[in-house]
């Protein structure tokens, strides 16, 4: 049984940072790309960041560089998104997902690709208001 499960998201206030985490089970996490979505109201999901298996090569989204990171621990199978000075932009429910890749360790698809991520975790609300 293939299982991603999110946490971490809430209401904080402009500028603050909070830390969300994926937790996987059921298939081979070290080669499995992982990736980070959010989708707010009235607008389609988007691609935040991505990170490759070996967790060498990282890719953002214009509107987050510099202001997120994205990590993971193969050890424990979980992917991390660190946001720092969070803006009300921000507001939206984040997904986490997966997408299976046996060739190179460093590869990554476009941001675009969303239809490539065929697993979903059910998400977590992230807020941003004064």
């Known amino acids: 049984q293939l299982r991603l499960v999110e946490s971490g998201g809430g209401l904080v206030q402009p500028g603050r940072s909070l830390r969300l985490s994926c937790t996987a089970s059921g298939f081979t996490f070290n080669r499995n790309i992982m990736g980070w979505f959010r989708q707010a109201p009235g607008k389609e999901r988007e691609g935040v960041s991505f990170?490759?298996?070996?967790?060498?090569?990282?890719a953002y989204t214009n509107s987050v560089q510099g202001r997120f990171t994205i990590s993971r621990d193969n050890s424990r199978n979980t992917v991390y998104l660190q946001m720092d000075n969070l803006k009300p932009e921000d507001t939206a429910v984040y997904y986490c997902?997966?997408?299976?890749?046996?060739?190179?360790?460093?590869?990554?698809?476009?941001?675009?690709?969303?239809?490539?991520?065929?697993?979903w975790g059910q998400g977590t609300q992230v807020t941003v208001a004064p």
């Open positions: 997902a997966t997408l299976h890749h046996d060739a190179g360790s460093t590869w990554l698809p476009s941001l675009s690709n969303v239809n490539l991520f065929s697993y």
């Open positions: 990170i490759s298996t070996s967790g060498d090569n990282t």
